[in-house]
């Protein structure tokens, strides 16, 4: 049994609102980094020898870490206190933070996005169970929209971030910029965020949870991200891991075994949770009994979706506006900056709209204007596309995320009790971690597989390129995540391929446009179950009422 204690006064005061402006803090720092990243990849890709599938890890293994040790770190936060674990996983982020900036390749940059995965796992879950334990009422409902801004318009702020660091300074200072933020919100917790925990009755730590959900998770993204690099049966590269091998002609690829173990882990996870709530009254990392709320249930569904089309967009729309249009990272981070302006923007609104039409019809009016932002983006996709039609348009997608997001949290929260709120704030979290972790790995490999087609059909016709170098050009920029199209634009007709270069530069651009729309148009697709799933959340809330 687990019963709520806390050492203060249910009604807001002073100090509450300024933990959550701390909390804020914290929860910025994390946010951002889920997608700071992407608009400096181009650059990091160059800079570090990475190829896409290296670029797709260092994108999304922090998700791919987020998602593993939220339940474990939101049980930790209610046993051993959630200002405790905040502060700890703000010191870990940044020790992970220091690692990037001074990363030199692959294997170390992505190390360094697993610390700092470990440490963001800490932070999130305790910021929204805080939240959640500390305010009431009229109170409860400002916090969570002041969450609900944070996630979605930090998030689309990353990119602008991204590249005005990345211009004017260098790509490592993504990572550097967490420093004095987070010394601030240490300093800032310690002072403002009061000490909330739950008393658990039940013993254990749960660790054979933790290691199911972490093998389930990351054996299905790995199977995701290296399908196209080893091959989704046969394999067509070998794979090495700590000393072993397995080899290219091995039988099948490594790829669906993970796959398998990953799926057949997450089965076992599930079941285990059961037997562990039930059968032995032990804590459990997951409490099934929460997804027997409704609006519990369909909330994480609609959540899960959204994150995967949300958080693969901005994977592909940074590499296509810097390496097939040309873009600095500053620009690009401009362009998706308009997306971070709708946010905060609707999100701003969102508590007013959704006072007029209820928060779950708030969520499926934003994500429509989600859904029909990406399609519309996608349509007008090109290869001469204006970044500002790019960017008014992007706007509008940005307008539905703020509305959603803002209002998409506190119902899927409003009918659990605040003794299971660092359970149930840990489970959504997971689940929109995982969500991005998958969108990642989703949206990369349909780009990839788009590539390989969309890439020999542009350079087709140009006949002064034969078709063995065809096939090269096609790799190179298939591998390097459309960078090899900026080496040839800088070229010029001074490279290689001669007088051909501008020719082949225009019709690999052309190509990545296509293999960017196909993205985009799977992306809506998510979005709209998003919002089939926001339309069941909708009707459970008003049987519930």
Do not use: C
């Amino acid at each position: 049994m687990t019963t709520e204690s806390t050492d203060f006064e249910p009604r807001a005061d002073r100090r509450a609102w300024i933990g959550l402006g701390v909390l804020a803090a914290g929860l910025s720092m994390i946010v951002v980094d889920g997608t700071i990243v992407g608009v400096a990849l181009p650059v990091i890709i160059t800079d570090l020898d990475l190829d896409l599938t290296d670029a797709q890890w260092v994108n999304s293994v922090y998700s791919v870490v987020f998602a593993a040790l939220l339940l474990t770190a939101g049980r930790l936060g209610d046993r051993l206190g959630r200002r405790n674990m905040f502060i700890l996983g703000v010191l870990v982020f940044l020790t992970g933070s220091v690692l990037a900036a001074l990363a030199t390749n692959a294997t170390s940059l992505i190390i360094a996005r697993v610390i700092q995965g470990v440490g963001g796992a800490f932070v999130l879950p305790t910021t929204l169970s805080s939240v959640n334990a500390t305010f009431r009422g009229k109170d409860r409902i400002v916090a969570f929209a002041v969450w609900g801004a944070v996630i979605s318009g930090m998030a689309a702020v990353g990119p602008l971030l991204g590249g005005w660091l990345t211009t004017y300074f260098t790509w490592p200072w993504i990572f550097i910029v967490n420093i004095p933020i987070g010394i601030a919100v240490i300093i800032g917790a310690l002072y403002a965020v009061r000490e909330t925990k739950a008393t658990i009755t039940e013993p254990g730590l749960d660790v054979d949870g933790l290691l199911l959900s972490a093998i389930g998770f990351g054996g299905v993204i790995f199977a995701l991200i290296e399908g196209q690099s080893l091959g989704w049966w046969k394999p067509i590269a070998p794979f090495s891991v700590f000393g072993l091998e397995w080899p290219a002609d091995a039988p099948v690829s490594v790829v669906p075994v993970v796959g398998a173990i990953g799926l057949a882990s997450l089965v076992l996870f599930v079941v285990w949770e059961r037997h562990r709530a039930r059968g032995s009254h032990r804590s459990a990392i997951l409490d099934l009994s929460l997804f027997s709320v409704p609006t519990f249930s369909w909330g994480n569904l609609t959540a899960l979706t959204v994150a995967i089309g949300e958080f693969g967009l901005l994977l592909v729309l940074p590499l296509f506006l810097v390496n097939a249009l040309g873009l600095t990272t500053m620009g690009a981070g401009l362009v998706l900056a308009a997306m971070a302006l709708g946010a905060f923007a609707s999100g701003a609104a969102a508590r007013h709209v959704a006072g007029a039409i209820g928060a779950p019809k708030t969520v499926i009016l934003g994500l429509a204007l989600e859904a029909v932002g990406v399609v519309v983006v996608a349509l007008f996709i090109s290869s001469t596309v204006s970044p500002w039609l790019l960017a008014v348009l992007l706007a509008v997608y940005g307008a539905g995320l703020g509305l959603a997001s803002a209002q998409l949290t506190g119902t899927v929260l409003a009918d659990i009790p605040a003794e299971k709120s660092g359970q149930g704030s840990a489970t959504q979290s997971t689940v929109r971690q995982l969500g991005a972790a998958l969108g990642s790995a989703v949206l990369g490999a349909v780009l990839s597989v788009s590539l390989a087609q969309n890439l020999s059909d542009s350079l087709e016709p140009v006949t002064a390129v034969p078709p063995p170098v065809q096939e090269q050009l096609v790799t190179a920029t298939r591998d390097s995540a459309g960078g090899t199209i900026s080496g040839l634009r800088e070229q010029g007709e001074e490279g290689k391929l001669g007088p051909s270069g501008p020719e082949v530069t225009t019709a690999l651009s052309e190509g990545f446009g296509d293999s960017t729309r196909t993205a985009l148009f799977v992306a809506s697709g998510f979005l709209a179950l998003g919002l089939v799933s926001a339309t069941a959340l909708n009707a459970r809330s008003r049987k519930e009422t």
